[in-house]
């Protein structure tokens, strides 16, 4: 229960306020004392208020009368805030002291006109002070103190937190199974699931030659010309986001350096499959400030300029402009996609290149253009345009990147935490990402907690996933087995 002191601080604080019982005999002993005293205001009744507020009070309620009539202490110079602020200044004191509340509820506290107390709100809320939104049900537009407003988020937040039951290691992996569509019976199905499935992987690295096998666990009845078609039609891209020698954007791109040998058509060789539509923020996010390191002279050095004076090209484009063998272009095509410089408008072509890997080891031999051009002759027709990887643009908004990069691994993960972003190869540094994973959480738009045991730091994920954790541990490990991170490749020998 307030006593007389704590209450003249309530009323200090809040200048002016209707009457409360359960306050009238603290309320008497400081009108005694002439710390305190009723504001009689013409057609809004009686308000309680403290004796320091009186310059304040004159200039909110010109008309009214104050019973008793106590004036400040002779030499008092009043040091609040008059004129317009008084108005901000009631207003904040009930906003600081309350829940949600309308312009009504605000106009019956204080004895303000409907529009006094409305400026006063949008000037709070100029200030950083204020937040308007519909916080309760059927009460329209209503007002909090963004202080009470964090505090109320935080709560929440803990109690949420605290209701999550985590799940072990073993029940993630096989939610995951599930979640990642390699669990038997929940395979997707046709053109439409193979794409749902890239959006899902997108930006993961894995060898050229395994993608079409890791499409055909996670497809029903996989067609490689569902993949051809994603390529064609300009709906999905594929090539190499990571660096294997990094050069700085800063350097002359003009420069020629030698960076080691031609790479030959590996099925080693990592790439990764995306939206087109994703593929600027994906680059930002994989190579921040770097650009991959250019082939010096050579076949690399050759096709790479034909691409880029030229524009996208057929193999016999490439082969006419450079004046190379059949073999010879593949060589400088897979040199410039190992590097991450080039890709196709289709998949077939690396389909081509991989079928021809054996021929590369008989390089060696003297080339001749008619047994060349009769070995691959039945596949040049069906490779496609290649052109230029488009370069990583300079990352402005680093927080709107890191939200992108939240988003997709949860969408790959269902869970985020900080060792499956070690699982990714990523230029932007987890604390980014961690930032705005918090700042999803506080918008409401995802879930923290403690969701996987044995995992170290904050963890998140979207509000529909904890109920899908949980099913696991009735399944037990009765699902196949999930390799959950791609496999490493050392820059030396990656192709």
Known sequence: MLVPDELHDVLLS???????PDWTEHFEALVRDGRSFEVHVAGNGVLWATTERRTELDTLY??????????????????????????????????????????????????????????????????????????????????????????????????????IRPVTQAEWQSFLASW??????????????????????????????????????????????????????????????SVLQPVRQADDPSAEQATGQPKTPSRRTPVTFMLREELPWL?????????????????????LDALRGRGALFHADLRAITNLL????????????????????????????????????????????????????????????????PSAQPCEEVEELAEMVAWQLLR????????????????????EILWALRRLEARGLIRGGHFVTGVTGEQFAEEPTPPLLRPRRRLGNASAELVVSPPSFPATNSS
């Open 326 to 389: 059949p073999a010879q272009v593949e060589e400088g095509l897979w040199d410039g996609v190992a590097r991450g410089l080039i890709t196709a408008d289709g998949w077939a072509a690396v389909r081509s290149l991989l079928s021809t890997r054996s021929r590369f080891a008989r390089r060696q031999r003297p080339y001749s253009r008619a047994a060349s051009r009769s070995r691959h002759g039945s596949w040049t027709h069906a490779a496609g345009r290649w052109t230029l990887l």
């Open 412 to 431: 790959r993960w269902g869970v985020a935490f900080r060792d499956v972003y070690i699982k990714e190869r990523l230029a932007i540094p987890w604390r």
């Open 14 to 20: 809040l200048i002016a306020t209707k009457p409360r």
């Open 180 to 241: 990642q569509h390699t669990a038997p019976g929940t395979q997707l199905h046709g053109r439409a699931g193979l794409a749902e499935v890239i959006e899902q992987l997108q930006g993961s690295e894995w060898p050229a030659g395994e993608w079409e096998r890791i499409f055909a666990e996670r497809v029903e009845s996989y067609r490689p010309e569902w993949l051809d078609d994603l390529c064609l039609s300009g709906e999905v891209a594929w090539g190499r986001l």
């Open 62 to 163: 010109p008309n009214a009368r104050f019973m008793p009539d106590h004036r400040l202490p002779a030499g008092r110079v009043p040091t609040r805030d008059v004129g317009e602020d008084a108005a901000v200044t009631l207003v904040r004191g009930h906003l600081d002291a309350s829940g949600p509340v309308t312009v009504n509820d605000l106009t019956a506290a204080t004895g303000l006109s409907p529009s006094s107390v409305t400026i006063a709100l949008e000037a709070l809320r100029g200030r950083g002070f204020a937040v308007a939104g519909r916080f309760e049900a059927d009460r329209g537009e209503q007002w909090y103190a963004r202080r009470l407003l964090a505090r109320i988020h935080s709560y929440t937040r803990e109690r949420r937190r605290a209701a």
């Open 283 to 303: 680059l930002q996010a994989h190579r921040g400030t770097t650009a991959p390191a250019e082939p010096g002279a050579g076949t690399g050095r050759q096709v």
